[in-house]
């Protein structure tokens, strides 16, 4: 079956520091992989989108990065972290026409 | 562009009640997706539509896809405390390419 992990759960960082929150996908090949981020109590804001290895599609200008160096793997980056980027970011992979997309845990964020 | 308008956007519940939310768009959708976010997690899929009219059903909770195209609900019967928190609805409009358009979320919370 297929599994998505994302770590860490819970990140505090001062501003201006980097940042680095990783995404991998067991048991299955291929997949598309997302990034959103999400305000206390609002929806989902998708941040990236990846169909694969190298192929970063950004939504919404920002301080933030995105890579997938491997087909499984998606990074969310920062150099310098603004206060604004505070949030609950949540990594998802789907597949296949009409996919569906299932979610990982998520990571707080919080920038002080 | 394309907006998905989801309420209510809160509702107060007595246990064994039954509970009625719903989403409508501005464009005719092809998938229809029903999630639920407890605090601090990723939201779980519920129920996946993908035909005008559809009704499916996931032990108390059922779903439908609008005759319209525009358009879904998601019913809760009988509820439970374990039904409280975030319900997403998300759609993919025709050609949208991979992007889901996401509702602004349902909390559910149970009178005590």
């Known amino acids: 079956s297929q599994t998505i992990h994302q770590w860490p759960a819970t990140l505090v960082q001062p501003v201006g520091s980097p940042l680095s929150l990783e995404c991998t996908v067991e048991g299955t090949s291929n997949p598309n992989l997302y990034w959103y981020r999400q305000a206390a109590g609002r929806g989902l804001q998708l941040l990236f989108y990846s169909v694969g290895i190298g192929q970063i599609s950004s939504e919404v200008p920002q301080n933030l990065s995105a890579s997938r160096p491997q087909d499984r793997q998606f990074i969310l980056s920062s150099k310098k972290l603004l206060l604004s980027d505070s949030g609950f970011y949540l990594c998802?992979?789907?597949?296949?026409?009409?996919?569906?997309?299932?979610f990982g845990s998520g990571t707080q964020l919080s920038v002080l | 562009g394309q907006q998905l308008n989801q309420s209510p956007q809160s509702m107060f519940i007595q246990e064994g009640e039954d509970v009625s939310m719903n989403c409508t768009s501005s464009?005719?959708?092809?998938?229809w997706l029903w999630y639920k976010q407890d605090p601090g997690e990723g939201p779980v899929l519920l129920i996946a539509?993908?035909?005008a009219g559809e009704l499916t059903s996931n032990g108390r909770l059922t779903a439908q896809f609008g005759i319209t195209r525009k358009d879904s609900f998601l019913n809760i019967s009988a509820s439970i405390p374990s039904d409280v928190g975030i319900y997403f609805c998300?759609?993919?409009?025709?050609?949208?390419?991979?992007?889901?358009?996401w509702g602004a979320g349902t909390k559910l919370i149970i009178k005590p």
């Open positions: 998802a992979w789907g597949a296949g026409a009409n996919e569906k997309l299932f």
């Open positions: 998300a759609g993919r409009f025709m050609d949208s390419n991979y992007q889901l358009i």
């Open positions: 464009s005719i959708f092809n998938t």
């Open positions: 539509l993908y035909k």
